[in-house]
């Protein structure tokens, strides 16, 4: 499986972006997707995910009310709408596949381990 990131770039704050995760293969739609972001010198850190279903989302509570992921199963392509977007959000965004998540229901992970597969990351940047 290969996630191509896309959509990040420099934005003011305030601002919006919206980053794109396009999945190769035909298991996207049995895969609980997540982002994560690393800011520099720091750890990666949990965003956002969604069940393969797209009826479960959980967000970290520094982006909740704020960031929107969405998924499209028959475009196998994960969403991260970002709307008042803060210099604290600077950061590389990756999206993430959870191979097994078909097999529960529920609220995804929040766990880098748990994700088998990661996409290359896309630069955000927020200015003041």
């Known amino acids: 499986v290969q996630l191509q990131a896309s959509g990040g770039g420099l934005v003011q704050a305030g601002g919006s972006l919206r980053l794109s995760c396009a999945a190769s293969?035909?298991?996207?739609?049995?895969?609980?997707m997540g982002w994560f972001r690393q800011a520099p010198g720091k750890e990666r850190e949990f965003v956002a995910a969604i069940s393969w279903s797209g009826s479960y989302t959980t967000y970290a509570d520094s982006v909740k009310g704020r960031f929107t992921i969405s998924r499209d199963n028959a475009e196998n392509t994960v969403y991260l709408l970002m709307n008042s977007l803060k210099p604290e959000d600077t950061a590389v965004f990756y999206c993430?596949?959870?191979?097994?998540?078909?097999?529960?229901?529920?609220?995804?992970?929040?766990?880098?381990?748990?994700?088998?597969?990661w996409g290359q990351g896309t630069l955000v940047t927020v200015s003041s």
């Open positions: 993430a596949a959870d191979r097994l998540g078909s097999r529960t229901i529920g609220v995804p992970s929040t766990i880098p381990s748990k994700y088998d597969y």
């Open positions: 293969g035909r298991a996207f739609s049995s895969y609980d």
